[in-house]
């Protein structure tokens, strides 16, 4: 298994690139940068990109995207502490989502979800929550274990992500540690252990069973869902791991690190199959089309490249 550079697109924004999710059944992406846009994309036949569409209204730099399954909206969370919600087809804003500082790292759609269910990474609150992307109201809260006060800064929440079955929610913390929810129910169901460093990011192989990590520890978890049990750790970063993604056909995962290096894993061999050396700066995003023939990585150094799998 490879990837081989289809196209890359320098200054793709006019500030560092830190988040990109696809479309999905199709070769539409989105990006969200520092210069407080979310821009989306088209991946044309010729393997070039479009002219993006510019999404504004966050007034300081976006942090994550997501796309709902119906792949008509799109959510943006920025340091301004709002959550945005596009329509992706008339470009129209459909809610603003006012949130309490710090509170909104990373957010994800439910993907198995017709109802715009949207999971927000707490960060200082030590929690999860769950708002709704039709009307902005809150829907959930899932909190961590309680903690002493003078140990909460540690389970401030960095990430989030849910599992494509949509019944698992997990999220990471600073402390290493990643929790994991039964979605129906609202039940922690695991604590799992084995990072001692921020935990970045998060992502589920297809089948829902196993989930993959980013941690500044250098190394990205492999771990059992069901039996909470760690089955490998994967080290080759020269830094912090800070984004991470299961290719759709759950034999692969690529990660981006402030190495500026973009790494494929072979989930079979548990090895690392390739480093790719396109990004100058830190690669804050990596993710794969649902049809698993394409990758994207995004940096600090405000490109967005773009990759065929084979």
Same mark, same amino acid.
């Given at each position: 298994m490879r990837v081989s550079l289809l196209t890359k697109t320098e200054d793709a924004h006019d500030d560092a690139l830190w988040?990109?999710?696809?479309?999905?059944?199709?070769?539409?992406?989105?990006?969200?940068?520092?210069?407080?846009?979310?821009?989306?994309?088209?991946?044309?036949?010729?393997?070039?990109?479009?002219v993006p569409h510019s999404y504004t209204g966050h007034t300081l730099g976006v942090i994550s995207v997501s796309i709902d399954a119906s792949g008509m909206y799109a959510a943006s969370s920025a340091l301004d502490s709002f959550i945005r919600v596009w329509n992706l087809e008339d470009n129209s804003t459909k809610c603003v989502i006012?949130?309490?500082? #710090?509170?909104?790292?990373?957010?994800?759609?439910?993907?198995?979800?017709?109802?715009?269910?949207? %999971?927000? *990474?707490? &960060? @200082? +609150?030590?929690?999860?929550?769950?708002?709704?992307?039709?009307?902005?109201?809150?829907?959930?809260?899932?909190?961590?274990?309680?903690?002493?006060?003078?140990?909460?800064?540690?389970?401030?929440?960095?990430?989030?992500a849910y599992s494509p079955d949509g019944r698992r929610l997990a999220c990471g913390a600073m402390d290493g540690t990643v929790a994991v929810f039964d979605v129906p129910s609202g039940k922690l169901l695991h604590m799992l252990t084995g990072h001692h460093k921020p935990v970045r990011d998060l992502s589920f192989t297809p089948d829902s069973k196993f989930i993959m990590t980013?941690?500044?520890?250098?190394?990205?978890?492999?771990?059992?869902?069901?039996?909470?049990?760690?089955?490998?750790?994967? #080290?080759?970063?020269?830094?912090w791991v800070l984004s991470v993604a299961?290719?759709?056909?759950?034999? %692969?995962? *690529?990660? &981006? @690190? +402030?190495?500026?290096?973009?790494?494929?894993?072979?989930?079979?061999?548990r090895s690392c199959a390739q480093t790719v050396t396109e990004h100058t700066d830190q690669v804050w995003g990596v993710a794969w089309q649902d049809s698993g023939a394409h990758l994207a990585s995004v940096s600090d150094d405000k490109s967005v490249a773009i990759y065929a799998f084979s």
């Open positions: 988040c990109v999710a696809w479309k999905p059944r199709c070769s539409d992406f989105i990006t969200g940068s520092v210069d407080e846009t979310v821009k989306a994309w088209t991946l044309e036949e010729g393997g070039s990109l479009g006012d949130t309490p500082p #710090s509170e909104t790292w990373q957010i994800a759609f439910n993907p198995a979800s017709n109802s715009l269910l949207l %999971a927000a *990474a707490g &960060g @200082s +609150s030590n929690r999860v929550v769950v708002w709704s992307g039709e009307d902005a109201s809150m829907n959930e809260q899932l909190g961590l274990p309680a903690a002493e006060e003078k140990l909460k800064q540690e389970k401030f929440v960095l990430s989030v980013a941690c500044d520890d250098m190394h990205s978890h492999l771990y059992d869902v069901e039996h909470a049990s760690l089955v490998e750790a994967f #080290s080759g970063h020269e830094s299961c290719h759709p056909d759950g034999g %692969a995962f *690529a990660t &981006g @690190s +402030s190495d500026a290096k973009v790494k494929l894993w072979d989930l079979q061999t």
